[in-house]
């Protein structure tokens, strides 16, 4: 059923600020994305369990479990071959593929997560398509996703929700919808609010804002090769566990508003 990365296990995985690194993503962000899987996990039972866009797959291999079989894809050969060699003793199969494209049948898979990828695709909706095609009928998906307004500037998020929006997205391809927000702490709000403002401080450089002006593969390319400077110099004291920031700091929350930092939601009856 899977078609293997052919690339390296030593291939370099790049920093490119989407894919979670342990030491160096502020710790606010990766307790944000152990919160999120912590709700996905909280829902699951036994089954085919699929993560999309499972990046290096420290979290992936969490989503196992008496009778779960957990599968993960990656559209980066040398990220879905680290995921595949770190996890492979621990029963983590990774495919190497397009989300919007996969490379499995139809109705293989009991639940799918999507953890903040529908933000990356400009026609989203071809994302929530391909997770209504892999489910069950009696399956459920769950996707995580930035709130359009707490999100920050970020050049590969390419359509960013509200809740309105996602619900209206994923009712054309599931009969049952349910959107809530994961939300953090006070403390977690000061973190994210001081990285937002150290970002507008550098985004302020660019007072032409060129970077909106330029091909957006430029952008990206310049914004993948400062964030690993970016986070040594201005986010030092925010990663490695410096903050005592975890995913206890984050829960659910049906009161979303301007500031809720993620979107959560739960699908279910693929069309």
Same mark, same amino acid.
């Given at each position: 059923?899977?078609?293997?990365?052919?690339?390296?296990?030593?291939?370099?995985?790049?920093?490119?600020?989407?894919?979670?690194?342990?030491?160096? +993503?502020?710790?606010?962000?990766?307790?944000?994305?152990?919160?999120?899987?912590?709700?996905?996990?909280?829902?699951?039972?036994?089954?085919?369990?699929?993560?999309?866009?499972?990046?290096? /797959?420290?979290?992936?291999?969490?989503?196992? /479990?008496?009778?779960? @079989?957990?599968?993960?894809?990656?559209?980066?050969?040398? @990220?879905?071959?680290?995921?595949?060699?770190?996890?492979?003793?621990?029963?983590?199969?990774?495919?190497?593929?397009?989300?919007?494209?996969?490379?499995?049948?139809?109705?293989?898979?009991?639940?799918?997560?999507?953890?903040?990828?529908?933000?990356?695709?400009?026609?989203?909706?071809?994302?929530?398509?391909?997770?209504?095609?892999?489910?069950?009928?009696?399956?459920?998906?769950?996707?995580?996703?930035?709130?359009?307004?707490?999100?920050?500037?970020?050049?590969?998020?390419?359509?960013?929700?509200?809740?309105?929006?996602?619900?209206?997205?994923?009712?054309?391809?599931?009969?049952?919808?349910?959107?809530?927000?994961?939300?953090?702490?006070?403390?977690?709000?000061?973190?994210?609010?001081?990285?937002?403002?150290?970002?507008?401080?550098?985004?302020?450089?660019?007072?032409?804002?060129?970077?909106?002006?330029?091909?957006?593969?430029?952008?990206?390319?310049?914004?993948?090769?400062?964030?690993?400077?970016?986070?040594?110099?201005?986010?030092?004291?925010?990663?490695?566990?410096?903050? /005592?920031?975890?995913?206890?700091?984050?829960?659910?929350?049906?009161?979303?508003?301007? +500031?809720?930092?993620?979107?959560?939601?739960?699908?279910?009856?693929?069309?």
């Amino acid at each position: 059923m899977l078609a293997m990365p052919g690339a390296s296990n030593t291939a370099m995985v790049k920093l490119l600020g989407e894919r979670p690194v342990e030491g160096s +993503t502020p710790d606010s962000l990766l307790a944000l994305h152990a919160a999120g899987y912590r709700e996905v996990r909280a829902r699951l039972s036994a089954g085919v369990v699929l993560d999309a866009g499972c990046g290096l /797959g420290f979290e992936t291999v969490s989503l196992g /479990g008496p009778g779960r @079989t957990v599968v993960g894809f990656d559209y980066d050969p040398a @990220t879905a071959a680290k995921a595949a060699s770190t996890f492979a003793g621990q029963g983590l199969s990774v495919a190497c593929c397009d989300a919007l494209s996969t490379c499995f049948r139809d109705a293989s898979f009991d639940f799918v997560c999507s953890s903040h990828l529908i933000e990356h695709f400009r026609r989203p909706e071809r994302h929530v398509a391909e997770m209504a095609r892999l489910l069950r009928p009696d399956g459920v998906a769950m996707i995580l996703t930035p709130n359009k307004t707490a999100d920050f500037e970020n050049p590969y998020h390419l359509h960013l929700f509200d809740r309105e929006e996602l619900a209206e997205t994923l009712g054309g391809f599931f009969a049952d919808v349910w959107v809530t927000g994961l939300d953090g702490s006070e403390s977690v709000k000061a973190d994210f609010a001081a990285r937002r403002r150290r970002a507008e401080k550098v985004l302020r450089l660019d007072f032409l804002e060129l970077r909106k002006r330029i091909p957006h593969r430029w952008y990206t390319t310049a914004y993948s090769a400062a964030l690993p400077f970016v986070y040594r110099l201005m986010a030092r004291n925010d990663s490695g566990g410096a903050t /005592g920031i975890t995913a206890e700091d984050f829960s659910v929350t049906a009161d979303i508003d301007d +500031t809720t930092l993620v979107l959560f939601a739960v699908c279910r009856s693929p069309r």
